[in-house]
């Protein structure tokens, strides 16, 4: 791995740590899993042991109260071995950060420290079927009934929404022509009556899981609301800068061993006579696609940096989540090529790599949308919306 400005001998150990852990335990398992398509919890919870899980919460929960570039690390490091299972650093420090900053005490007590031991995972739940990329515009109703809160209607597209014990749910409070300020957030267990779930049948991420989640009158303590209410949708979605930072350093981190393993390749694989490392045409390709991604890597670490400092990043979280998507499938594409029928065959991991890394062409907010959130922060607000 190639050293950084924003590298410490801190960092540099716990980076050791959170390698020896993916290629030793995770990496062996990657494809069995996404045939299976099962969370191994065992798993989580041997990464939770080691304190790779959400290091940034405070140690009162259980975590080490570091830097946020810590878990830019370790999800690097795990998505080396197995894109999917670094969702579960993906959703636990952003699952992690939200319940920290805006659960009440008690709840936090109950819920942070298991998700950083690795006991249960938490998913979160934004995406409505009508909605999509509108993502405040939601239909999934919440009213308060004395001590509770009732929830109907329901969430589609939801990240580990069978494997997960509790789910942050954003449902509509205030009147529809309310948009964004009339949506609360809550944490609900998904063990509560009314709850049904369903699994997508996905082209990659199958070991994480999607689908749906309906609410059929779910009463949820009141204690488990997230914020204000009518705000929560405002406050809480400031904690996805972090999580579209991490977004990138997952998929490049991909990306990263998909090109170290070509280059490899590339200096065993003979052709006329010549190692394919002799050919212009295949090292160019191989050297303008590292380029890029230690390029791409630069801008998610500074995004994360600049978190740690408490300097606004916003468009740099925004740059992180659509470029480095692409970059990393076009890279593990030319990858998989170079290896020819070989990476082509589902004995290597490309095919793998490729469907998986697709998903967050999509998932957490488009290209477009992430364009849209640059243009905000560099245009302003009243020249975009004009």
């Given amino acids: 791995m190639t050293r950084t400005i924003f590298d410490t001998e801190e ?32 798993l989580v919870r041997e990464m939770g042991e080691l304190g790779l899980i959400a290091p940034e919460l405070p140690e009162e929960f259980g975590g080490m109260g570091a830097d946020f570039l810590y878990s830019g690390v370790i999800i690097e490091e795990i998505a080396r071995a197995d894109f999917t299972f670094a969702y579960v650093s993906l959703l636990a420090s952003l699952n992690g950060q939200i319940l920290n900053a805006f659960a009440k005490p008690e709840v936090a007590r109950d819920w942070l420290p298991g998700l950083v031991s690795g006991e249960h995972m ?25 001590d509770h809160y009732v929830i109907n209607g329901e969430k589609t597209s939801i990240s580990a929404n069978q494997c997960a014990k509790g789910v942050v749910t954003f449902a509509r409070t205030g009147r529809p022509e309310d948009g964004a300020r009339g949506v609360s957030a809550v944490l609900v267990p998904l063990d509560l009556p009314g709850i049904t779930t369903s699994k997508f049948s996905n082209m990659g991420q199958n070991q994480i899981g999607h689908g749906s989640i309906w609410f059929d009158n779910v009463r949820v303590p009141a204690e488990y609301l997230l914020g204000d209410e009518g705000k929560g949708f405002v406050q809480v ?36 006579g010549k190692p394919l490392a002799a050919f212009q045409g295949v090292t160019h390709q191989l050297a303008d696609f590292d380029t890029k991604v230690e390029a791409a890597r630069l801008m998610s670490m500074n995004a994360l940096w600049l978190k740690d400092r408490g300097l ?10 659509w470029w480095p998507p692409l970059l990393a499938y076009e890279a593990i594409h030319a990858c998989l090529l170079i290896h020819g029928h070989a990476g082509y065959a589902q004995d290597l991991p490309f095919q793998q790599r490729l469907r998986d890394v697709l998903g967050l062409q999509i998932g957490d907010g488009t290209a477009h949308i992430m364009k849209n959130i640059i243009a905000l922060e560099r245009a302003g607000k009243d020249a975009v919306r004009a």
Avoid at 28 to 41: A, F, L, S, V
Avoid at 122 to 146: C, V
Avoid at 314 to 320: F, H, I, S, V
């Fill in 312 to 321: 606004p990043h916003t468009a740099e979280a925004a740059m992180t989540k």
């Fill in 11 to 42: 960092l540099d150990s716990i980076r050791d740590l959170a390698r020896k852990f993916a290629q030793e335990r995770v990496a062996p398992g990657y494809q069995k899993r996404e045939n299976d398509g099962q969370m191994d919890m065992a």
């Fill in 237 to 272: 979605m400031q904690g996805f800068d972090f999580s579209r930072s991490l977004i990138g350093l997952q998929c490049l981190g991909t990306a990263r061993q998909s090109l170290d393993e070509t280059w490899a390749y590339i200096g065993e694989r003979r052709a006329f």
């Fill in 122 to 146: 938490l998913a979160i739940a934004l995406t409505e079927p009508k909605g999509g990329s509108d993502a405040a515009n939601l239909g999934l109703r919440m009213e308060r009934d004395g």
